[in-house]
C-alpha cells in the first residue's frame, strides 16, 4: 500500500495558509529552536514531504505559536478599530476578518495588533494622499 505524504503546498491547504507561510514557519522555526517545526518523514529531490497522519502534529504545532491561542473574548482595541475602519471603508466583517488572516500569514513575525496598526496606518497614507490630491483638483 502506498503511503501518502503531504508537501509545502499540501499543508498549506490544509491549514489554509499560503506555501509562502509554511516555508516562512520552517526557517522561522528550526530544529533548534524553542517551538521547532515538525521535521519532514521524507525528502524527494530537496522538496520535504510529511506523512498525511501527521496532519494533527503540524496543526497542534501551528495553535502553540506565540500570539496564538483559543481566542474568544472580547477583540482587542486595536482589532476593534480596525474593524470599525474597514467597515467605513466598505468592508464587510467576512472580508475584514479574511484581509487581517491574509496579511497575518504574510508577515507571521507581526503580532494581530501589530498587523491592525499596520492597515489603519496605510489607509491613512490614503487618506492624506486624497486630501493632497483634492488641493490639485
Given at each position: 500500500?502506498?503511503?501518502?505524504?503531504?508537501?509545502?503546498?499540501?499543508?498549506?491547504?490544509?491549514l489554509?495558509?499560503?506555501?509562502?507561510?509554511?516555508?516562512?514557519?520552517?526557517?522561522?522555526?528550526?530544529?533548534?529552536?524553542?517551538?521547532?517545526?515538525?521535521?519532514?518523514?521524507?525528502?524527494?529531490?530537496?522538496?520535504?514531504?510529511?506523512?498525511?497522519?501527521?496532519?494533527d502534529?503540524?496543526?497542534?504545532?501551528?495553535?502553540?505559536?506565540?500570539?496564538?491561542?483559543?481566542?474568544?473574548?472580547?477583540?482587542?482595541?486595536?482589532?476593534?478599530?480596525?474593524?470599525?475602519?474597514a467597515?467605513?471603508?466598505?468592508?464587510?466583517?467576512?472580508?475584514?476578518?479574511?484581509?487581517?488572516?491574509?496579511?497575518?500569514?504574510?508577515?507571521?513575525?507581526?503580532?494581530?495588533?501589530?498587523?491592525?496598526?499596520?492597515?489603519?496606518?496605510?489607509?491613512?497614507?490614503?487618506?492624506?494622499?486624497?486630501?493632497?490630491?483634492?488641493?490639485?483638483?
Amino acid at each position: 500500500m502506498t503511503e501518502r505524504y503531504l508537501g509545502v503546498l499540501g499543508i498549506a491547504e490544509a491549514l489554509g495558509v499560503s506555501r509562502h507561510a509554511v516555508h516562512k514557519w520552517r526557517s522561522r522555526y528550526p530544529r533548534d529552536s524553542a517551538h521547532p517545526f515538525p521535521e519532514p518523514d521524507i525528502e524527494i529531490d530537496g522538496a520535504p514531504g510529511w506523512a498525511a497522519r501527521r496532519l494533527d502534529e503540524i496543526v497542534q504545532w501551528r495553535e502553540g505559536l506565540p500570539g496564538r491561542g483559543a481566542g474568544g473574548g472580547r477583540p482587542s482595541a486595536t482589532r476593534q478599530r480596525y474593524l470599525s475602519e474597514a467597515l467605513t471603508r466598505g468592508l464587510s466583517r467576512d472580508e475584514a476578518d479574511r484581509l487581517l488572516t491574509a496579511m497575518s500569514e504574510e508577515f507571521p513575525e507581526m503580532t494581530e495588533p501589530q498587523v491592525c496598526e499596520l492597515l489603519l496606518e496605510k489607509w491613512r497614507g490614503l487618506d492624506e494622499m486624497d486630501e493632497i490630491l483634492k488641493r490639485y483638483r
